[in-house]
Structures are given as structure tokens and as C-alpha cells.
């Protein structure tokens, strides 16, 4: 079944209903939804917010789904391109290269949405700073601030912002803003990950105290990363995937991943079939989840929901030796695309090695300089000692390191960069 087929479906309340709520963890004043739905005089409003911080991962196929409902049931979709967040919550992304990035996650979100086979005429991108400069933005949130303490904004944010000892102002206004957008981008509904909890009661409480209306809020959960006991898009470079991984990173990350049989409470990879792989499959099979896994002894399962899967997993009849490389083609196969769609534009390659530069590197060692003697000015214990006579790795102007060795130190500078601008982006999943 089509995108559009599945739309049609969903004509009544009761199929709109459970199309916008499906999948979910957790709805806030549901009857606001109920109301509009109701009254059938235009379309629910709904938003979902991204700070464009760190390059987005295959933990961004979960919202992606839910958009997919929304606009199948009818909704109008706001995506917001929080470009003004990223930077607010303590420099995550540096004013220079915000720009950038939105056009990364615009590039990335059209692909991720066009692999699950949306229709992306009725969906909507809006950059913060679009209209968060405004004077009745700022007017709103000054207003807004009279009405939250300190305590409480702190409070709202400690599951998004990052924590440290000393918060910045913009780690305060970070909530607040994120409750206004709300108003300003004129919504009835914003969905984002449960950890945005705190912030979405924020909203709740405060915006009627500046005579703006409550809006209902809708959660999706968190998918576990790949590695024991963390989240997806944590530091660790190895409990995600990128969403442009070459194939063999892909399979090497999942070989890795934490699978250990008949667990099934934080076993990455079963969540990620539960919360990505099955409901993507819906929109290739004619509507109908499907997930095959073929076995070295026995015949091919297969699975339509997560429920027998589960069943299957802690009776060990499904082991993680047949689990992990079913999940590992089905992951490759929805990737394709959005690797073909990357290689194939010179703007989102371009704009990629541009928004996320290497770090510039740690600072040059000196090339182990000519013995001129020990009268040439700066010689002594200290200059031999610096230069180490280890100069075959020099740094490059733009932060990049070139000779003997330079590859895997290019590696893994990068691999830090993602590191440090993905700390925030937890939760996105
Ligand atoms: N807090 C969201 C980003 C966001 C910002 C502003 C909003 O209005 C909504 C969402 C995140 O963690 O990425």
C-alpha cells in the first residue's frame, strides 16, 4: 500500500486517532487532538523540533515514522529546524556553521523521509532563526520569562540541555523558547522523544500564563543504542550508525553491538527491528509489517510483529547468531538509498565536509629542526625534548593532518568531533 493509499484509510476519527497516537509512549491532553479532530474544519497542526547539532543517525528513522503517520492522517507537519537551540545549548553547534547544518538535516530528513516513502508535499521546514529574532518573538519570551523561575527552566531542560557546573543564561532559555515556538509556529500539537518531557510540561504550565493556549504533546520512547546500557547517539561512536555508513562500518558495528541471547530489555538491535525495521517494512509490503530471518539450520522466520519475535528470542529459538545479520540487510537495504542519494549530490557532499570540519588538530609539533648547534638561538634540552624527532604527522592549515600515520589520526579526530556535537543530540531517537 501506497503513502497515499494509507491515507485514504485513515478517513475516520477513530483510524486518525490511533494513526497519530500509534507507537507512541505517552500522550499529554489528548482531548486537544480529540477536539480538533471532531470538529473536521482543517487539519491538526503538529510540529517536531531538532536542534541541528551532531550529524543525524539511523535513531532518526523513529521520528521519521511517526511524521509519516501524522501526514497520513491528514495532519499539517512542521519540522523545525532548531538552529538557534543547537547554539544556545552551550555552543553545541558555533554561530559560524549553524547554517550549515540546517541544510545538512534538511538534506538528511527529505532522504530519511523519501527511504520510508513519504510524500513531502504537505510537510513543511521552518529554520528557527526564521522568525525567533523577531520583535513579538522576543517581546513573547521576555514576557514568558517574568512567568518561570530559574529553578523550573533549569529543571525543564536537564534531560535535553547539556549539564554542566556552571549553566550558561542560554541553557534557561533554552525551554522557554522551545515552549514558545509552540504559539509562534501556531501548532495544536508538538511530538517529540520522551525526554523532552519536562520541557513539553513546561509549555503546559506556562503558556496560559501569558494568555496563550496549552497544546497537546505526543512522545515517541527511546530506542537503546548498540552498545550495553546506553542510548543511541550517546558518545560512544559504536551505539549508532550513521545514516551515510559505508556497508562494512554498518556490518562491523553490528557484529559488535550488545545481543546477548534471550535478553530482551535493552538489546539494541531487537529494538531497533521493533521501532525502525518493522514499521518501515509496512510501507514496502502493501502496508503489512514483515521481517524475515533466515537460519543456517532451519527454515526462514517470519514476523510481523515484535510480539512473537520477543517470544521467540527468550525461548532462544531465535538466537542473536541468526538475529544480528538479518538485521544488518535490512538496515543496508533502507540505507541504499540515502547513500546513493549522497553520492550522487555534489551539494549535500559539499555541504557535509562544511558543516562538520575536523577539529582543528592538537597543536603542531615542531619538525625536529637541523642540529645548527648549541648557540642557534632556542636550542636546548626543550626544543629537542618538543620536537621528539616524531614530525612524519604535520598538521595542515585547516586542521587537517598529512603524512606517515595521518589517516588513522584523521579518523580519529573526526570520530571525536561527532563525539563532542552528538552529546546533545541524545534522546533524539
Ligand atoms: N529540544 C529539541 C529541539 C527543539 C528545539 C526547539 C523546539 O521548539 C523544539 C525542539 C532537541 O532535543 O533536539
Known sequence: MSRSTHAQLASTLAEKLSLITANTQEVLNREIIEEILTKNDRPLRVYWGTATTGKPHCGYFVPMLKIADFLAAGCEVIILLADVHAYLDNLKAPIELVGLRVQYYRLCITALLQAVNVDIARLKFVTGSEYQYSPKYMRDLLTLSTQVSVHDASKAGSDVVKQVESPPMSSHIYPLMQALDEEHLDVDAQFGGVDQRKIFTLAVESLPRIGFRKRAHIMNPLIPGLQEGGKMSSSDPDSKIDLIEPAEVVR????????????????????????????????????????????????????????????????????????????????????????????????????????????????????????????FPGAGAGAEKESNGKADVVAQPDGHVEGKGAHELNVAVKGLAVQDSEEGSKGKA
Open 252 to 375: 562491523k558495528k553490528l557484529k559488535k553491538a550488545f545481543c546477548p541471547p534471550k535478553q530482551v530489555e535493552g538489546n539494541g538491535v531487537l529494538s531497533f527491528v521493533e521501532h525502525v525495521l518493522l514499521p518501515a517494512s509496512k510501507f514496502k509490503n502493501g502496508g503489512v509489517a514483515k521481517f524475515s530471518v533466515p537460519r543456517r539450520d532451519a527454515e526462514t522466520k517470519e514476523y510481523s510483529d515484535i510480539k512473537q519475535m520477543k517470544e521467540d528470542y527468550l525461548a532462544d529459538t531465535l538466537s542473536p547468531q541468526s538475529l544480528k545479520p538479518a538485521v544488518t540487510e535490512a538496515l543496508l537495504e533502507i540505507l541504499e538509498p540515502l547513500r546513493k542519494a549522497f553520492e550522487e549530490s555534489d551539494e549535500w557532499r559539499d555541504v557535509e565536509t562544511r558543516a562538520y570540519p575536523p577539529p582543528p588538530a592538537p597543536e603542531k609539533k615542531k619538525k625536529k629542526e637541523k642540529n645548527l648547534g648549541s648557540r
